[in-house]
């Protein structure tokens, strides 16, 4: 009878025993576990500061350039938009004797040449280092996306096939059958300055008038294009700004 009790002592001792180690075995996981969820806390934490820094920089980067661009579009637009009017002129006026405002004309008409190059430097390491993602916005990062890879796509290609009707119509035209060097005009150190002679503008003047009605409309499109993306440029700049101020 004695051993029995004995035995049940000894049992509840080695069950006290047991229950002991597994409260002090569950106490040491549940550390375990609050010091690995604390770490990956803080670890997020610090990812997520440095994407915050990484996107503001991204951000920063982006409204300087497109302010740049702003400027840099402004002033193509305004070159372009009177080489259009100029070449209106010429399609809807008779002028083949006013070599005064003809003259004009075809320095306006050249300065429509000049085509606008956007800095893309920002967005294509953007895209190349995979960062599209720290732009938060899904409006913002759909505009950007538009303005880069479809709209000044389409400028391009659009802009491509102006400079070639320029380079080899209306600059053919212009610069080999309508300009000589003269002694008249010369530039402050004594050198010859080409000029448009009178007697060859009226020469091929038909044959000029000829080659813009084949380029104007192409430069229209381009010059509608263009101002679309200096819309798209302006719009981008106001929801940078904001993102940023936020």
């Not at 960062?131 to 391009?156: A, M």
């Not at 402050?188 to 084949?214: A, C, F, V």
Request: hydrophobic letters at 40%; a positive charge.
């Amino acid at each position: 009878m004695i051993k029995f009790f004995r035995k049940i002592r000894y049992d509840l001792m080695e069950k006290n025993k047991t229950g002991k180690y597994l409260k002090y075995a569950i106490g040491e996981i549940i550390l375990v576990v609050i010091g690995i969820l604390i770490a990956l806390s803080i670890n997020n934490w610090n990812e997520n500061r440095k994407s915050k820094i990484a996107s503001v920089e991204i951000y920063n980067n982006l409204l300087q350039t497109l302010r740049q661009d702003s400027i840099k579009i402004q002033q193509i637009i305004k070159f372009q938009k009177r080489s259009i009017e100029a070449q209106e002129k010429i399609l809807t006026s008779n002028m083949q004797s006013d070599y005064i405002v003809k003259n004009n004309l075809m320095i306006d008409i050249i300065r429509g040449s000049i085509s606008f190059f956007p800095n893309e430097g920002p967005y294509n390491s953007i895209v190349s280092n995979n960062e599209l993602d720290l732009i938060y916005s899904k409006t913002l990062k759909t505009s950007i996306i538009n303005l880069y890879d479809f709209q000044y796509k389409r400028y391009k290609n659009i802009d491509a096939i102006v400079d070639n009707k320029f380079q080899n119509q209306i600059f053919s035209i212009i610069d080999k059958k309508m300009m000589i060097y003269s002694v008249d005009t010369l530039s402050k150190d004594g050198q010859l300055i080409r000029r448009i002679d009178p007697i060859l503008l009226n020469r091929h003047y038909s044959e000029l008038e000829s080659e813009i009605k084949d380029t104007y409309r192409i430069m229209k499109t381009g010059f509608i294009s263009l101002l679309e993306i200096q819309k798209s440029i302006n719009d981008l700049i106001i929801i940078l700004k904001e993102d940023l101020d936020d």
